[in-house]
């Protein structure tokens, strides 16, 4: 089974300058996504970076710098307008990896999943970890191409060839997505 994971589609993410031009295209690109898992009965999972005013689950850098980031109950961490959000489970992280802290794994375990569809920001870091990471739990890794973008495409490119290459994960388009789902409907098994 698939599962889908729209990861930081956020407010604060989109402050970036390199990803505010992307940003209307990549949640029109995740809303089609959802809108193809929910119709063919596959689940959609969104996943939120928060954090913490008292420090307690800052990262090693936000430490460092004495500076926090996407904090619990503010604008930078509420979803972008226009992302299809309603009746949709979510998790929240605070790590690049989804899975590092979480109960990612018990959730995608109960589903009977075994293949991840991955969309969202930003490709190089919190994608790209969610799916090293995922390797690790073996679960096969597919990125919805237009439905995941970064501030650093050369990076992103970088780090995509490199969990492609080694960790056999797949970059697909949306169009190719929808009919891998559809493909997937239970009445076609």
């Not at 990861?7 to 940003?23: C, H, K, Y």
């Not at 998790?91 to 589903?111: C, H, Y």
């Not at 969990?163 to 169009?175: F, H, M, P, S």
Request: some cysteine.
């Amino acid at each position: 089974m698939i599962a889908v994971l729209i990861i930081d589609m956020q407010n604060a993410f989109f402050e970036d300058p390199g990803l505010q031009s992307q940003r209307e295209g990549i949640t029109t690109a995740c809303n089609r996504l959802i809108r193809a898992a929910q119709e063919s009965g596959t689940k959609v999972l969104l996943v939120r970076t928060e954090h913490e005013r008292d420090r307690s689950t800052w990262t090693l850098n936000m430490l460092d710098d004495d500076q926090g980031f996407i904090f619990r109950g503010s604008e930078q961490a509420e979803f972008v307008s226009g992302l299809s959000t309603e009746d949709l489970p979510q998790m929240v992280k605070t790590r690049d990896s989804a899975f590092l802290g979480t109960d990612l794994v018990w959730r995608l375990r109960n589903w009977g999943v075994d293949t991840l569809v991955l969309a969202g920001i930003s490709t190089h870091n919190c994608i790209a970890q969610t799916a090293a990471d995922a390797f690790g739990h073996n679960f096969r890794v597919i990125y919805a191409g237009e439905a995941t973008a970064s501030e650093n495409a050369e990076a992103a490119t970088a780090v995509q060839e490199i969990l492609c290459r080694e960790y056999r994960q797949q970059v697909l388009d949306i169009a190719d997505i929808e009919d891998l789902l559809e493909a997937r409907l239970p009445s076609r098994l």
